[in-house]
């Protein structure tokens, strides 16, 4: 199983970013997708959710800003992020469950002037 996170990079304050996590190895379309992010210092925390029936959920922080996307077809998911606040600097990491989890490696953002 491998999941393989891309498009993380360095912008600056309301700038947008779009992050991309390729799957393999799994049943793509009967997983929920989620995305984490951890920051330095701070404990690995739920950005954005979709599940196989395209439900989706998002932390509070990052609401009206980022939005999760899935494409079954390129076993795909997709994390737009509009509006960039520093804060939102981390390391963003891709999450399959079902009834195993598996992590992709992680992909930077930093979010700065």
């Known amino acids: 199983v491998q999941l393989v996170e891309s498009g993380g990079g360095l912008v600056w304050p309301g700038e947008s970013l779009k992050l991309s996590c390729a799957a393999s190895?799994?049943?793509?379309?009967?997983?929920?997708m989620r995305w984490f992010r951890q920051a330095p210092g701070k404990e690995r925390e739920l950005v954005a959710g979709?599940?196989?029936?395209?439900?989706?959920n998002y932390a509070d922080s990052v609401k009206g800003r980022f939005t999760i996307s899935r494409d079954n077809a390129k076993n795909t998911v997709y994390l737009q992020m509009n509006s960039l606040l520093p804060e939102d600097t981390a390391v963003y990491y891709c999450?399959?469950?079902?009834?195993?989890?598996?992590w992709g490696r992680g992909t930077q953002v930093t979010v700065s002037s």
């Open positions: 979709i599940s196989s029936g395209l439900s989706t």
């Open positions: 999450n399959a469950y079902r009834m195993f989890t598996y």
């Open positions: 190895g799994i049943e793509f379309q009967v997983y929920d």
